[in-house]
């Protein structure tokens, strides 16, 4: 029985052809869009730097590395996945 799962909601950005399998690569697409708080002005830099620098680090490395997922040639083109569209993703823990 499985019970532990989790649902993602992602963008699709772009695929990448393995050959025998198409690579969908996604970017997170929360199902709330939250207010970017990456504002710039000079009293948020000066009360809180580190935070600053944290969030302006995580921000590239969510841009660098892209989750993904491979599929069929054959379920590829069944199911007609375009750059832009949104899918769920579910994650189900195994065992």
């Known amino acids: 029985m499985i019970d532990d799962k989790e649902v993602r909601r992602?963008?699709?950005?772009?695929?990448?052809?393995d050959q025998t399998k198409i690579r969908v690569l996604l970017e997170d697409a929360p199902l709330v869009?939250?207010?970017d708080?990456?504002?710039f002005d000079t009293d948020s830099?000066?009360?809180?730097?580190?935070g600053m620098a944290q969030k302006l680090m995580g921000k590239q490395m969510s841009q660098i590395i892209r989750d993904?997922?491979?599929?069929?040639?054959?379920?590829y083109l069944k199911e007609k996945y375009m750059?832009?569209?949104y899918v769920f993703v579910t994650i189900n823990r195994e065992g």
């Open 37 to 39: 708080d990456m504002s």
């Open 33 to 35: 869009k939250s207010k």
């Open 45 to 50: 830099i000066l009360k809180n730097p580190m």
């Open 83 to 85: 750059v832009g569209d």
């Open 10 to 17: 992602y963008k699709i950005v772009g695929f990448r052809d």
């Open 68 to 75: 993904s997922f491979s599929i069929s040639r054959k379920e």
